[in-house]
């Protein structure tokens, strides 16, 4: 059988403030995007919505594709967009420990630089971004 991938979504969520939403992983501890595994008949936009309800209780109105990251190592691609706040109330689940609006200096201080330069790529513009990483570390372009 050929190797297949494994396609997930994520929120960029960013409030009026420039505050970007995060949560503590359950099952390893990490500070990321909500996100997760796109279901087979889903659309993209769809998942991203239900993956950010579950992981943090926000609702969000999603706006635009800002990346795509691929993690070599594992075979998934991950789509992110950008989302814009539209309701809820920021709570934990299963999949989540913590959930906080950070500034993008403590993004960059809790996120390993692979989450991390998805919600900075989502404040920059000029996307959508494309790159890859193995898991710990970005790659270089070739």
Not at 10 to 19: F, I, L, M, S, T
Not at 35 to 46: A, D, N
Not at 57 to 70: N, P, R, S
Not at 76 to 82: K, S
């Amino acid at each position: 059988m050929s190797p297949r991938h494994s396609v997930s979504v994520a929120g960029a969520v960013v409030r009026d403030d420039g505050r970007l939403l995060a949560i503590q992983r359950a099952d390893n501890g990490t500070w990321e995007l909500p996100g997760g595994v796109l279901e087979l008949e889903e659309p993209p936009e769809h998942g991203v919505r239900r993956e950010v309800l579950e992981e943090s209780g926000i609702h969000v109105e999603v706006a635009e594709l800002t990346g795509v990251y691929k993690n070599v190592a594992a075979g998934v691609l991950a789509l992110v967009f950008r989302c814009k706040p539209s309701g809820g109330t920021e709570r934990t689940s299963d999949e989540s420990t913590a959930v906080e609006w950070l500034t993008p200096e403590e993004v960059t201080e809790r996120m390993s630089e692979v989450f991390a330069i998805r919600l900075l790529d989502a404040l920059g513009g000029n996307g959508p971004h494309v790159r890859s990483h193995d898991g710990r570390q970005l790659l270089p372009v070739r």
